[in-house]
């Protein structure tokens, strides 16, 4: 019998009210990586260390790095927050039930009967200045280098599939430029 794939994630609910959102982004800002913040008319990509990122501004939004993904979107006037930290992740913020509470779901539906799987998988974006667009994106996230232009932004995620390969869930990881 082959062993069992392990979870290697922890997930927990958030706040879903705004003030309490932006301030759990808060708490994780500095550790991220990566940002992916949305609003009625943009997409942004900037770096989540230097910047005040508020919920009422962007409704829906990630920020994460390889051990975390902070995800939240408002709803019928409430916010649906998630948090996802894989299991080996050495930094949590002490206040973390301030905030989250965890739940089992996920790891429940992954290692229901023969267990789940992981897959890392990456979808490459759009490119800074794609004219179908009508306008320039700008990945201020990603670190820069002398021949990102010349480059594709891409975005590394990971799957979990449960045993009869449903997607139950996914996470962002990292963004990177790839020729």
């Given at each position: 019998m082959a062993d069992k794939t392990k979870l290697d994630l922890l997930v927990y609910i958030g706040p879903n009210e705004g003030i309490k959102v932006k301030e759990a982004i808060a708490l994780f800002r500095e550790k991220a990586e990566f940002a992916i913040l949305e609003s009625l008319t943009k997409t942004d990509f900037p770096d989540p260390k230097n910047t005040d990122i508020d919920p009422e501004v962007y409704p829906k939004g990630r920020i994460f790095s390889e051990d975390f993904e902070l995800r939240w979107e408002k709803r019928n006037g409430g916010y649906s927050c998630v948090l996802a930290v894989t299991t080996d992740c050495k930094w949590k913020p002490e206040n973390l039930s301030d905030y989250f509470f965890e739940t089992n779901e996920i790891a429940n539906e992954f290692s229901r009967g023969s267990g789940?799987?992981?897959?890392?998988?990456?979808?490459?974006?759009?490119?800074?200045?794609?004219?179908?667009?009508?306008?320039s994106l700008k990945y201020e996230c990603i670190q820069n280098?002398?021949?990102?232009?010349?480059?594709?932004?891409?975005?590394?995620?990971?799957?979990?599939r449960?045993?009869?390969?449903?997607?139950?869930?996914w996470r962002y990881c990292k963004m990177e430029w790839k020729v």
């Open positions: 789940g799987v992981i897959e890392d998988y990456s979808v490459f974006l759009r490119l800074e200045k794609d004219p179908s667009l009508g306008r280098g002398s021949t990102k232009g010349k480059l594709n932004p891409v975005l590394h995620l990971k799957r979990y449960d045993a009869r390969g449903q997607l139950i869930f």
